[in-house]
């Protein structure tokens, strides 16, 4: 679904496995032993699929464009627009085409990616999803053990502009009208407690700061806030999967939902998507967010957030 500079679809997400790709086409689409559950159109949106290679840092992209055939994109590469615990790619056809912008994050096989158009002629698309290889491994309760955490770092794309660093040049002259945004992303911290004895979890994104080019909004809107976000609880279910529903730190507005699931030995990671409207504060715009995180849990091999020396795992 296209939205009024208000979608991408679904992501397969690709583990460097070495025969290939295990996990490709539509969001229930499995192949091999990739799980990634049915991906909640919300999440989805408007992508068919992508792939991602961490090993030989590829990331493959299809169905992001003008119509609804599925044209195959290869992403490239974009290291100046990396954020701590995620690798960005971008893609433009031409100086006047829409540009897109990716980020990806792998842990063992555990993985999770958002892509988003930054926005023209009054549209974008955007999405996100996540995948793990083989099958759900709990993590194992035990009498001291049975409530955990997850931490690490958080990153978004909006439908709000960011500047044009990415952007390809455009010819002298281009009326402004004509040229693509370039998507502004949003940065922060991410925690959730997750308590395996009654399948259940919550968390919040908090640190959260814009990368926002204010020349490029519209006539008078202005972004006053960027608020922390609270995940409101929600069940883990058989498949190590989750859904549930986001709100502002106040607790008392429904901005969007958020989805994920568990991978790795004992769940060692938690990868995961968000969609957010109306949930910056602007004074016109209709704020949209596609946000990602793959997380090690805390005490265990792939853990790295500084926050979880002050928790017990």
């Not at 060692?268 to 409207?277: L, P, T």
Request: glycine letters at 14%; hydrophobic letters at 35%.
């Amino acid at each position: 679904m296209t939205r009024l500079l208000s979608g991408i679809a679904v992501l397969a997400l690709v583990a460097a496995c070495g025969d290939g790709n295990p996990f490709s086409g539509t969001p229930t689409d499995t192949d091999g032993d990739t799980t990634s559950g049915a991906i909640p159109e919300t999440l989805a949106s408007d992508l068919d699929s992508f792939s991602y290679n961490p090993t030989t840092g590829t990331l493959t992209v299809t169905g992001v464009g003008l119509d609804e055939d599925a044209l195959e994109s290869v992403y490239r590469r974009a290291p100046g627009l990396d954020v701590p615990g995620y690798v960005a790619f971008t893609a433009q056809d031409d100086p006047l085409d829409q540009h897109a912008t990716a980020y990806v994050h792998d842990i063992n096989g555990t993985r999770a990616g958002i892509v988003v158009t930054g926005g023209q002629f009054g549209t974008y698309n955007g999405g996100g999803a996540y995948a793990r290889d083989g099958a759900y491994s709990p993590h194992v309760v035990t009498p001291d053990s049975g409530e955990v955490t997850y931490a690490g770092d958080y990153v978004g794309l909006t439908n709000l502009p960011s500047d044009r660093t990415d952007i390809a040049v455009v010819p002298p002259g281009t009326d402004d009208a004509l040229i693509p945004a370039q998507s502004a992303k949003v940065t922060g911290k991410i925690f959730f407690n997750v308590d395996f004895s009654d399948n259940t979890l919550k968390g919040a994104i908090y640190d959260r700061e814009l990368d926002l080019d204010d020349s490029l909004l519209p006539p008078g809107d202005t972004v006053l806030e960027v608020a922390d976000i609270e995940f409101d609880p929600t069940t883990i279910d058989s498949d190590g999967t989750y859904f549930g529903d986001v709100r502002m730190r106040d607790g008392t507005t429904d901005i969007g939902d958020y989805g994920g699931i568990f991978g790795g030995v004992e769940s060692e990671a938690m990868a995961g998507v968000v969609f957010m409207e109306d949930h910056l504060v602007t004074s016109t715009t209709a704020e949209n967010e596609y946000g990602v995180w793959v997380l090690g849990k805390c005490g265990g091999p792939e853990a790295t957030a500084a926050i979880c020396a002050d928790v017990d795992g």
